[in-house]
């Protein structure tokens, strides 16, 4: 209820009524509510620099547990970098040692990234540098399990190549221990059997009883069965890549013919007497490059190193070979 209020008027001595337009109510009403609307803004305003809201509580809640967050996350960084350098240590030292593949250097394995700030988007906030420091060792960590992956594909294929050429060598003995009556000669100078002339054996000879089971003492290809080489009488040549040809000669009967496949161990023909030869016995020989070698540096697939510390006594006597 509007209070009514009075006017004196001196000339009629009486009181008269002030009647104010409405329009003018409206605008002193509209000013007080405009007023008090300012003033409870400017209040809010003013205590909000002061007192938390519940919205701003919970905010800064969440980022204390965001920052903790990115802790922990940092911490599992560092115990993959702790596993994958003991990876990188046995990848170096053992693995890439064994293969004969050059180290790694650190430099390499740590590499950052050059040029261009890739960082940009993250800068100018608080927490700017909590982000890009994590995002930088991430990919570091990122980068260094691709070299030590590629290290490793490098390594697998080194590691094939070397289990085939580890079979492909002839390594083992090609008559059995318990067959060999005895290694009759070695490679070096020796007597001629029949010009009784001391002159180069190329080979070993192995002596044992006429049908003696032999061995290829490595994986290859026969290359030749045949007894069209003089002196050697029935004989056979394995090639087992990697420059090396292996020969088995005066052979009483062959198990194998020309362009066949063999694998270290497989029979391939029994010892004889054929060719320029006194006595049945394996006469064993190595190549090399086309080369002849000492077939006895070669024996470590099935002897004991007893029984080579024996074969290579006997076979540095100087004593008559069979040929
Ligand atoms: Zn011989």
Redesign the pocket.
């Known amino acids: 209820m509007s209070k009514v209020k009075y006017h004196y008027d001196p000339e009629t001595l009486s009181y008269r009524k002030i009647v104010r337009k409405k329009g003018k109510t409206i605008k002193y009403g509209f000013i007080f509510l405009l007023a008090s609307a300012l003033f409870g803004f400017l209040f809010i305003f003013i205590a909000s620099q002061f007192i938390e809201s519940p919205r701003e509580r919970a905010l800064k809640h969440e980022l204390t547990n965001l920052q903790l967050q990115f802790d922990l996350f940092n911490k599992n960084i560092d115990n993959a970098f702790a596993a994958l350098e003991s990876v990188e240590e046995r990848d170096n030292s053992i693995y890439r040692l064994y293969f004969e593949a050059n180290p790694i250097p650190e430099e390499q394995r740590r590499a950052g990234f050059g040029g261009v700030n890739r960082y940009k988007k993250y800068e100018g906030y608080d927490n700017s540098k909590l982000i890009i420091e994590s995002k930088k060792r991430l990919e570091l960590l990122q980068k260094a399990i691709d070299v030590q992956s590629r290290s490793l594909d490098e390594i697998a294929v080194l590691a094939e190549d070397k289990e085939n050429f580890l079979l492909s060598i002839p390594a083992i003995q090609p008559v059995r221990n318990k067959d060999l009556k005895h290694m009759a000669?070695g490679y070096g100078y020796r007597t001629d059997p029949f010009t009784k002339v001391r002159k180069f054996?190329f080979?070993m000879?192995f002596t044992a009883p006429r049908g003696t089971p032999i061995y290829a003492s490595g994986d290859g290809v026969i290359k030749r069965a045949d007894s069209n080489s003089s002196g050697y009488g029935k004989h056979i040549r394995i090639d087992h890549g990697y420059g090396y040809v292996s020969l088995y000669a005066h052979l009483y009967k062959y198990n194998v013919k020309a362009n066949q496949k063999v694998k270290r161990g497989d029979l391939i023909g029994y010892v004889g007497s054929t060719g320029r030869s006194e006595a049945p016995h394996l006469?064993y020989e190595v190549f090399k490059d086309g080369k002849r070698i000492n077939p006895i540096n070669f024996y470590y697939g099935n002897l004991s190193a007893e029984e080579y510390a024996r074969l290579l006594e006997k076979a540095s006597l100087e004593n008559q070979?069979?040929?």
């Open positions: 000669s054996h080979g000879d006469h070979s069979l040929d």
